[in-house]
């Protein structure tokens, strides 16, 4: 798989849900939280009644104008919207209610709306009490109404006395034309004229008392209270279901996002699907128990993970020569590469070839797992203290398997010896031997890139639940620049936590070995 590839497969959805999945957590912590935090809101607001009046807006009798407006028919109910919420409007309600609260205070309390097509204000109010809230409410209709006939009052008022100014000016200039008319001959010119003008001041001023006879009669209220406010029963506000159903609700989204992302962003290996989808690298072989036979940290046989070495060793023989030399390099630090170097080699030596196993790595593990006796090793061998032979020890219960222990200080004796020393001990060995080399992680040090050109293959170990994608890629990458003949990964359970075995040699050894090599047929 080519690196364009791997990158496509790796932020695909399908595998990016997958990874989501790990964090099935956070939407059900997301929404307990959200939920919490709806109640702690609920719990923390004070109640709130809500009451309301219902008020009909009437209209101006027949033949009478009013200043308000007549956008719509004969009432504008917009313009009856903001005279209910007006200054003045306030000012009588808070008088009403005999308020020792500020006027703006009380009003931000209100609440006016037009149902669509009537002509009908909802005067809404809240408070504290279901009583001041249905008093409230009441109030302002009242102090609507009240307000309205005023001022269609004082309307009316101002259209009489400008209609009475302009009936007696005509009633003067009546007089002045019927005086005129009297004093002319009967066959005169402008005896005519004046009679025609005294027509027109006639039909003038029958025109002026018809429109304001109505201005005369008492007016009617501006409007009337069709649906008085009722006491609240419950409060209108905070209402918990909302609350705690809204916070739950948010809580889940962003629980869902969060894991989302964190699948996105997840770069821990947690099986042989990661390395091969992700890393784009090949799986030599899993190592996993079978049901309740957990992977120890140990010499494994049988169910809990022999048969996976087995396995392994058949794929490197069928890649490699019949002496060959495997290169064990880790992907992290840890007691994984030390595991696989130590069954890797162990399974060899049961097929009855000589192996020998070289500890590379300053931290292994290899002396723990074959309980191995004495400090002397490798690092003896480079800083010139002991020769070869003497730091060599036969494995306890597996014929054929030497080791060499890493010894004292393996690091500093690196940092003063050529690498070169380490591969012609290893070589010394390839001569008659299977030699499996455990060193350390890529990326903790040069030791494995520096190695691996001298041997066969190389095995890189990736252990999940520890294991980065990204230390994967980088350990392949490193390996491959410098030539490295790199067979693929093994992939075994996280190793931190393994118990480990007492007597592991002996337990898995205690049953024969049986071959998964081809038989030949008589």
Sequence with gaps: MDVLSRDIVAVGPSFSTKRALRYWWLPFLGLAIGALGGWTLTASQSEVYASTTS?????????????????????????????????????????????????????????????????????????????????????????????????????????????????????????????????????????????????????????????????????????????????????????????????????????????????????????????ETRAGQPVLASIHGLGRHKVPFGIVAGRTGGQDFDRLRLHLDASASAKSSVLVCGSTSGRATSFVAANLATSQARTGRRVTLVCVDPDSRIPEILELEGTRGLADVLRGEADLAAVVQDARDVPGLRVVAPGRDLQLAFENVPRHRVARIAQAFMERDWVVVETAPVIEGVEAEELAQYFDTVVVVVEGGRSRVSQVTRSFAALDQVGAHVSGAVVVPDLSHAPTQSRSLEAALQRPYRSTQPTARS
């Design 55 to 275: 008020v009909l807006v009437l209209s101006p009798p027949q033949g009478v104008t009013l200043s308000s407006g007549r956008a719509n028919g004969d009432v504008n109910m917009d313009t009856e919207i903001q005279l209910a919420r007006s200054n003045q409007v306030a000012a009588t309600a808070h008088a009403l209610l005999r308020s020792t609260e500020d006027v703006e205070a009380v009003r931000d309390r209100l609440s006016v709306t037009v149902p669509p097509n009537t002509r009908i204000l909802s005067i809404g109010f809240k408070d504290a009490t279901p009583e001041s809230a249905q008093q409230g409410s009441h109030a302002f209709a009242q102090a609507y109404i009240t307000e309205r006939t005023s001022q269609s009052k004082a309307d009316v008022s101002a259209q009489g006395e400008a209609l009475s100014k302009q009936i007696a000016a005509l009633n003067a200039r009546l007089v002045q034309v019927t005086g005129k008319i009297a004093a002319l001959e009967a066959n005169s010119p402008d005896r005519a004229l004046a009679e025609a003008e005294q027509s027109i001041l006639v039909n003038s001023l029958s025109n002026l008392n018809q429109r304001l006879a109505p201005l005369t009669a008492d007016l009617p209220a501006g409007g009337t209270i069709i649906n008085d406010a009722q006491r609240p029963a419950r409060p209108s506000s905070p209402i918990p279901v909302m609350n705690i159903g809204g916070g739950a609700m948010l809580g889940l989204l962003v629980g869902l996002g969060l894991a989302l992302l964190a699948g996105r962003r997840d770069d821990l290996v947690r099986g042989a699907n990661d390395v």
